[in-house]
């Protein structure tokens, strides 16, 4: 009985993910565009169980860190675009108790948490790429990848090796920067609105934000002096002392 059982392809994970990442786009979908109180907590909950089961350590499988990073990459990238498509501040019938969710959709920590694992990405395929030098030459097509039948996730006969070179040419740092950027305009767009949520007598603290403020100046100041665009660094490196300050254990 055991020999009439096909063994699986060695691609398997590989296809299983890409269905898993098929069904957390529809639903995540179905739920933000919902724009009910329902709809939005399935959402949030399919995106934190999509997340533990395909987005974390992987034990018991040898998964290459940057393919692990570029399916992260990918999942993250989905929640922000669709976040931005339906912004749950628009749900009018949320409360007071799903304020951590709406924290955890917010439009600028969706766009951050993209951007980080884009720069991770892009750090991950860099070290690849110097290890495998001449082996990531692009091979001539094999007749094997004419016959086999195109499954979902399916790998082609250059194995990962094609989905590394296409990697490669992907400009992740420039991608991470677009988001950077627009995670900053609107995280100094909500910070005025809730500054202006504050009477004249009382004194508005910026330091339950500042640690994020930080973080997004500092990343957005690297990645431009990475690029050799010094002069545009400066004043995001200047927004980041000024976010970092009275933080002393924050290192920039």
Same mark, same amino acid.
């Given at each position: 009985?055991?020999?009439?059982?096909?063994?699986?392809? @060695?691609? &398997?994970?590989?296809?299983c993910?890409?269905? @898993?990442?098929?069904?957390? !786009?529809k639903l995540?979908?179905?739920?933000?565009?919902?724009?009910?109180?329902?709809?939005?907590i399935?959402?949030?909950?399919?995106?934190?169980?999509?997340?533990? /089961?395909? *987005?974390g350590?992987?034990?018991?499988?040898?998964?290459?860190e940057?393919? /692990?990073?570029?399916?992260?990459?990918?999942?993250?990238?989905?929640? #922000?675009q669709?976040?931005?498509?339906?912004p749950?501040s628009? #749900?009018f019938?949320?409360?007071?108790?799903?304020?951590?969710l709406?924290? !955890? *959709?917010s439009?600028w +920590?969706?766009?951050?948490?993209?951007a980080?694992?884009?720069?991770r990405?892009?750090?991950?395929i860099?070290?690849? +790429?110097?290890?495998?030098?001449?082996?990531?030459?692009?091979?001539?097509?094999?007749d094997?990848?004419k016959?086999?039948?195109?499954?979902?996730?399916?790998?082609?006969?250059?194995?990962?090796t094609?989905?590394?070179?296409?990697? #490669?040419?992907?400009?992740?740092?420039?991608?991470?920067?677009?988001?950077v950027?627009?995670?900053?305009?609107?995280? =100094?767009? =909500?910070?005025?609105?809730?500054?202006?949520?504050f009477?004249?007598?009382?004194?508005?603290? =910026?330091?339950?934000?500042?640690?994020?403020? @930080?973080r &997004?100046?500092?990343? /957005?100041?690297?990645? !431009?002096?990475? &690029?050799?665009?010094?002069e545009?660094?400066?004043?995001?490196?200047?927004? @980041?002392?000024?976010?970092?300050k009275?933080w002393?254990?924050? =290192?920039?």
């Amino acid at each position: 009985w055991g020999n009439a059982v096909p063994p699986p392809p @060695a691609d &398997m994970i590989h296809q299983c993910k890409a269905v @898993a990442e098929w069904l957390n !786009l529809k639903l995540l979908s179905a739920g933000f565009s919902s724009k009910t109180e329902s709809g939005f907590i399935a959402a949030t909950t399919q995106w934190r169980e999509h997340q533990k /089961a395909f *987005c974390g350590p992987e034990s018991g499988l040898s998964i290459p860190e940057w393919l /692990a990073w570029s399916f992260v990459s990918r999942q993250r990238l989905v929640l #922000c675009q669709l976040v931005e498509r339906h912004p749950p501040s628009s #749900c009018f019938d949320l409360d007071a108790e799903n304020d951590e969710l709406l924290a !955890l *959709c917010s439009p600028w +920590r969706t766009s951050l948490s993209a951007a980080e694992s884009l720069l991770r990405l892009a750090r991950e395929i860099d070290r690849t +790429r110097d290890s495998l030098g001449d082996e990531l030459e692009t091979p001539p097509e094999s007749d094997s990848d004419k016959l086999r039948d195109p499954f979902i996730g399916t790998l082609d006969s250059g194995g990962l090796t094609t989905i590394l070179r296409e990697e #490669c040419r992907t400009s992740h740092r420039q991608k991470a920067l677009e988001l950077v950027l627009k995670a900053t305009s609107l995280f =100094e767009g =909500e910070l005025r609105k809730e500054k202006r949520g504050f009477y004249a007598e009382d004194s508005f603290r =910026e330091s339950s934000s500042s640690r994020s403020g @930080a973080r &997004m100046y500092y990343l /957005a100041g690297g990645i !431009l002096l990475g &690029m050799n665009r010094h002069e545009e660094a400066v004043p995001h490196l200047q927004k @980041a002392s000024k976010y970092a300050k009275g933080w002393r254990d924050l =290192e920039l």
